[in-house]
C-alpha cells in the first residue's frame, strides 16, 4: 500500500514565524501536492510538483512555498505566519502511470494553528 | 477549466436507509472522476473511480456510482447505509488528456447516518 506521512498531526505556531510543514511518500511517485482543507470550502491545491526541484502554484500559492530536493519529500513552507493560515493542511501523491488515471494517495493531515 | 459542484453540503439519513450523494462537473474534455472518502481526523482515502468502460462503478464497501456524461453527473449510492459510512465524501474530476495531473474537488458532502 502507498504511504504517505506527515511530519506533524497537530502544530501550534505563532504569527510571523517561519513554518515547515514535510511530507514524504514512499511509492517512488513522480507528483506531489499540498491542498489545504478549510470547512465549506473543499480542498484547494497551494502547489504541486511533478519531478524533483519542479514545482508549479495551485489556486493559492500566496503565502506559501515549497520545496522538492529528493523524490520522496515535499515541503510546505509558511514564509511568515499569519492567523489565516490556520486550517488543516494535507499533501497526497500520485503516479504519472496511465496519463492521469491514477489517484491521488493523501497523508493524515496536519492540524496547523497560528496564534 | 473543470468545476465540480456537489448539490449539497449536508445529509442526514437514518441506519439502512439508501443514500444519494449527487457530484456534477463541468468540462470541455473528457475526464476521469474520483470519489474520496474522509472519516474524521483522518485523510482522504480512494472510494472508487470512473475511468472508462461500464458507467456503473461500485467500490468494496457497497457504494456505487454511476457516471452519466449527458448529465455531466457522477452521483454516488448506497442502498442501505450503516452508521461507520459517516464520514464526508469528495467529489473530484481530472482531464484524461495531456499531463495535468491535477485533481479538482468538490466543497464535500458530510453524511451523518444517525440510529
Known amino acids: 500500500d502507498v504511504k504517505v506521512t506527515q511530519s506533524s498531526r497537530y502544530l501550534v505556531k505563532r504569527t510571523g514565524e517561519k513554518v515547515f510543514l514535510e511530507c514524504v511518500q514512499d511509492?517512488?511517485?513522480?507528483?506531489m501536492f499540498w491542498y489545504r482543507q478549510d470547512p465549506g470550502l473543499g480542498l484547494r491545491l497551494i502547489y504541486f510538483?511533478?519531478?524533483?526541484?519542479?514545482?508549479e502554484k495551485g489556486d493559492i500559492p500566496e503565502g506559501y512555498s515549497v520545496s522538492r530536493e529528493k523524490k520522496e519529500r515535499f515541503s510546505l513552507i509558511l514564509e511568515s505566519a499569519s492567523t489565516n493560515q490556520t486550517s488543516m493542511y494535507l499533501c497526497a501523491s500520485s503516479s504519472t502511470t496511465g496519463t492521469g488515471s491514477q489517484p491521488q494517495h493523501f497523508g493524515d493531515g496536519t492540524r496547523l494553528s497560528i496564534l | 477549466a473543470q468545476s465540480v459542484t456537489q448539490l449539497d453540503s449536508q445529509v442526514p439519513v437514518f441506519e439502512e436507509a439508501p443514500v444519494e450523494l449527487r457530484c456534477n462537473y463541468s468540462s470541455s474534455v473528457s475526464v476521469y472522476l474520483f470519489w474520496y472518502v474522509q472519516y474524521p481526523n483522518q485523510g482522504l482515502q480512494l472510494l472508487l473511480k470512473?475511468?472508462?468502460?461500464?458507467?456503473l462503478v461500485e467500490s468494496i464497501n457497497g457504494f456505487e456510482a454511476e457516471f452519466n456524461k449527458s448529465q455531466t453527473s457522477f452521483h454516488l449510492r448506497k442502498p442501505s447505509v450503516h452508521i461507520s459510512d459517516t464520514a464526508e465524501y469528495f467529489c473530484a474530476v481530472r482531464s484524461s488528456g495531456g499531463s495535468n495531473y491535477k485533481l479538482t474537488f468538490g466543497k464535500g458532502t458530510l453524511l451523518t447516518v444517525n440510529p
Open positions: 470512473y475511468l472508462s468502460g461500464s458507467t
Open positions: 511509492m517512488d511517485h513522480e507528483n
Open positions: 510538483s511533478y519531478d524533483v526541484k519542479m514545482k
